[in-house]
């Protein structure tokens, strides 16, 4: 469980880190992206198969949709930022009580 941390003013804070992001309802709008400053999320593609690819002019016609997936897990810092402008409401966010590999 993470600990409780304090902001400038010694005012009690505690980090919500994003922890997944539901494929089924993320519609890759970018906007958390856009809001994240530490790239903890990037834009892929998914195939017809279901496989996640990168995106590149090359592969755009074999993309059947674009999704946010988790890049840098250990960069969030817990502030929310994404959960408040995603339009679906697809992430998952709460205490971290694992380590990170």
Avoid: F
Wanted: charged content about 35%; aromatic content about 2%.
């Amino acid at each position: 469980m993470s600990e409780s941390q304090a902001t400038r003013d010694g005012r009690e804070w505690r980090p919500d880190y994003l922890l997944d992001i539901d494929a089924e309802k993320c519609i890759g709008c970018g906007r958390c992206y856009k809001v994240c400053g530490r790239e903890v999320m990037t834009l892929k593609g998914l195939n017809e198969d279901g496989e996640l690819v990168a995106l590149d002019d090359d592969e755009d016609d074999e993309v059947e949709k674009k999704i946010m997936v988790m890049n840098d897990v250990g960069a969030c810092i817990g502030c929310g930022a994404c959960a408040r402008v995603c339009p679906t409401n697809c992430q998952t966010h709460g205490d971290v009580s694992v380590e990170l590999a």
